[in-house]
């Protein structure tokens, strides 16, 4: 079992570059799908273990890519004969592969995929997504836990969107690339990896207009080829840096953070006393000595990311007074304050509002990580608490941050990753000595 050891009590300084964005990579992977002549090529294809569940689900439906890590690069070959069934087992790893459904749907007018459930996050039914391809004509059906659309030729259409979905924007998206006539998509999601998922499919050869607006129109068009893209940099790595810098009075510049990305988040820390100087390259972060308390509330973008939530509220724990943080975007993302209240975190929480009460004096404790970001927040807090922190369940992490415990050792952290004995094999060992 590995674990992330942190010694707390350093200031971070230096300079760390930002990964491409899985949120972005993981869609733009599953367009592929839609190149029935030519290659793709990723460029800035971050390392994570979603990209390789989402290739592996790849490979499973017979599309192929090489991927040269060296240089983040990656060519996928959709050209062969592509299955429409996408297993349990894929999707049940990493419920983003639901994307596939889109692309499936469009080329084949045929997607039948595991329902992917719920996460540790929240319950996160998929009902806008299959109420998009049903106005374009698909007919839905589930059974024995998969649920398939069928459908002889997607047609164009009007949806509306209940609420601004990621996932159900981009699946409706790449659905409607292929579709006979015009789809207009209204109250979508607005996020920078929307924009980056348009962008590669008109690449491709497709006609979307509107991304980053709240409607995107999409005019149906034969055909997509393959096409060369490099993915945006990571809004959410680059803010959790952003944050580790604030609470560490440290002095990081971000390489290849945009700061039209993150206003929400620069906004709240400055308001919190954190200094931002922004360049064409990336972004300085000076931290203050002392951090002033703020209130947040989760949005969809431009709103403040559900993805920030975690690694915010250490910000907010440590500064003194109370601050409140209301997560509007999924129902139980707040699963890691338990494990900061094992380091000293002092808060109430009133259904989707927490209250903290600083000004918090972490120490340092063995605490589980249970989600992606929750990971990220429990290293941020032992890179300021007293003592030592060992931070377990690394799966999560691995899922979105390269070699996180390297950038931040690189600033200066006192961070190390280790791989320790379950104690179970430790008691064998020394039950043997002893015989
Ligand atoms: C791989 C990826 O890009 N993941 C991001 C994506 O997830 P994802 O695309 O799953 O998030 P959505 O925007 O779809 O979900 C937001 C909310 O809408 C609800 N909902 C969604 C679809 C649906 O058909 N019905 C429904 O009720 C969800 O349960 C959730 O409460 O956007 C989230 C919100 O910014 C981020 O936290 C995730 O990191
Ligand atoms: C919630 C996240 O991802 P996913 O939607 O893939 O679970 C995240 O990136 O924080």
């Given at each position: 079992m590995e674990e992330i050891i942190v010694q707390g009590g350093n200031r971070l300084e230096g300079t760390v570059k930002v990964e491409g964005a899985k949120n972005a990579v993981l869609p733009i992977l599953a367009a592929a799908i839609l190149a029935e002549t030519g290659k793709v090529h990723l460029k800035n294809v971050p390392i994570l273990s979603d990209v390789h569940t989402m290739n592996e689900l790849l490979n499973n439906l017979n599309v192929f890519n090489t991927f040269d890590k060296e240089n983040n690069e990656m060519h996928i070959d959709a050209t062969g004969?592509?299955?429409t069934k996408a297993d349990y087992d894929f999707v049940s790893k990493m419920r983003a592969s639901i994307v596939v459904m889109g692309p499936m749907l469009a080329r084949y007018g045929h997607a039948k995929v595991a329902m992917p459930g719920g996460c540790a996050i929240g319950t996160r039914p998929i009902d806008l997504?299959?109420?998009?391809?049903?106005?374009?004509?698909a007919k839905i059906t589930s059974t024995a836990g998969y649920v398939?659309?069928?459908?002889?030729?997607?047609?164009?259409?009007?949806?509306y969107l209940d609420f601004p979905s990621v996932g159900a924007t981009q699946n409706i998206m790449m659905a409607a690339v292929l579709a006979e006539g015009i789809t207009t998509l209204e109250n979508v999601a607005r996020e920078p990896e929307i924009v980056d998922l348009a962008n590669f499919l008109n690449k491709m050869g497709a006609k979307v207009v509107g991304a980053g607006t709240e409607t995107i129109k999409i005019t149906g068009v034969k055909a997509l080829h393959g096409a060369e893209h490099s993915v945006i940099p990571d809004r959410i790595e680059a803010g959790t840096f952003m944050v580790a810098a604030a609470v560490t009075n440290g002095d990081v510049f971000i390489e290849g953070a945009i700061a039209q990305h993150n206003k929400p988040l620069i906004s709240k820390l400055s308001e919190m006393g954190a200094t931002?100087?922004?360049?064409?390259?990336?972004?300085?972060v000076v931290g203050p000595k002392e951090l002033k308390p703020t209130d947040v509330k989760t949005l969809p973008?431009?709103?403040f990311p559900t993805?920030?939530?975690a690694q915010m509220?250490?910000?907010?724990?440590?500064?003194?007074?109370?601050?409140?943080?209301t997560e509007t975007v999924f129902e139980n993302r707040f699963m890691h304050f338990e494990e900061l209240r094992r380091m000293g975190a002092k808060f109430t929480i009133d259904r989707q509002t927490v209250v903290m009460?600083?000004?918090?004096e972490f120490s340092g404790a063995s605490v589980k990580a249970t989600d992606l970001r929750a990971a990220a927040a429990l290293i941020i807090a032992g890179l300021c608490a007293k003592g030592l922190t060992r931070v377990s369940e690394l799966k999560y992490l691995d899922r979105g941050y390269y070699r996180f415990h390297e950038k931040l050792a690189s600033l200066g952290g006192n961070v190390e990753r280790v791989n320790i004995q379950p104690i179970e094999t430790k008691e064998k060992a020394v039950s043997s000595t002893l015989d």
């Open positions: 004969e592509v299955s997504h299959l109420k998009g391809f049903e106005a374009m004509g398939e659309a069928k459908v002889d030729k997607l047609k164009g259409a009007r949806i931002f100087e922004e360049y064409t390259t990336g972004i300085r973008y431009p709103g993805d920030m939530q509220s250490i910000a907010q724990l440590l500064a003194p007074g109370s601050s409140a943080l009460y600083g000004p918090t």
